[in-house]
């Protein structure tokens, strides 16, 4: 079976351009997760889905950042403007559906790795 | 609030040695608990988890971890390292959302 899929894989870009970064789900899972991670903060949640809808946007660091998933085998995040202090690794994951009282697993995608110029 | 805390950021063994990386956690409620092993260049990847069954829990490539509730801890074991086991690994516990520890680096030299 295919795993989270992240497109592109490296991005690299100039300060103040648009940047885009892409994410399929595994087939069946409900709850799609995005996560930035770096040396200084670590891993960190920017925004999660449970059938498409956001429920919890309290990491997106700000306006300049915005998730939609407009069906359930895709997402999207995009940054606008993009900044240098946004370069990072960004991670998509999945899970068959995200509640409190569930311990289902989060299955991550390799990551796109975002250098901001 | 749940909260965890992975004791060490950096932890070198010897092949062949015992491999021990410890997590605490902090949770008003029974938790979920997590241990993630990520390879250069690679996203990250579940070797066990803690879902209130069995109090010791196997995974993946040899690794299983006890959960201790009056010790607070869910620590990571593997009898015997292998130059494979080198990379990160994470331990998070579940809250509204998956609060992940900020890792510990596992080197394993010949």
């Known amino acids: 079976d295919a795993g989270v899929i992240q497109s592109p894989r490296h991005e690299v870009t100039e300060m103040g351009q648009e940047v885009t970064l892409r994410c399929k789900p595994i087939?069946?899972?409900?709850?799609l997760f995005w996560y930035r991670q770096t040396m200084m903060r670590g891993l960190e949640l920017l925004i999660y889905f449970n059938n498409n809808v956001p429920i919890d946007d309290s990491g997106m660091p700000e306006d300049r950042f915005s998730a939609k998933m407009p069906n359930a085998s895709f997402s999207t995040l995009k940054i606008q403007p993009s900044e240098p202090r946004d370069s990072a690794v960004y991670f998509c994951a999945s899970s068959f559906i995200w509640q409190t009282d569930r311990g289902d697993t989060q299955y991550f995608g390799p990551g796109t790795r975002l250098t901001v110029l | 609030a749940q909260s965890v805390t992975q004791l060490g950021s950096h932890v070198s063994v010897s092949e062949g040695a015992l491999v021990l990386l410890r997590c605490n956690y902090s949770s008003s409620v029974p938790p979920y608990l997590f241990w993630y092993v990520q390879y250069p260049n690679q996203g990250l990847q579940l070797l066990l988890k803690?879902?209130?069954?069995?109090?010791l829990v196997k995974g993946i490539n040899g690794f299983e971890a006890e959960f201790k509730k009056s010790e607070t801890s869910f620590h990571l074991t593997k009898p015997s390292a292998h130059m494979s086991d080198a990379a990160e690994y994470f331990c998070?516990?579940?809250?509204?959302?998956?609060?992940f520890g900020q890792g510990t680096e596992l080197s394993v030299k010949p």
């Open positions: 087939s069946g899972h409900n709850s």
């Open positions: 803690y879902t209130s069954a069995a109090t």
């Open positions: 998070a516990v579940k809250g509204g959302k998956l609060i």
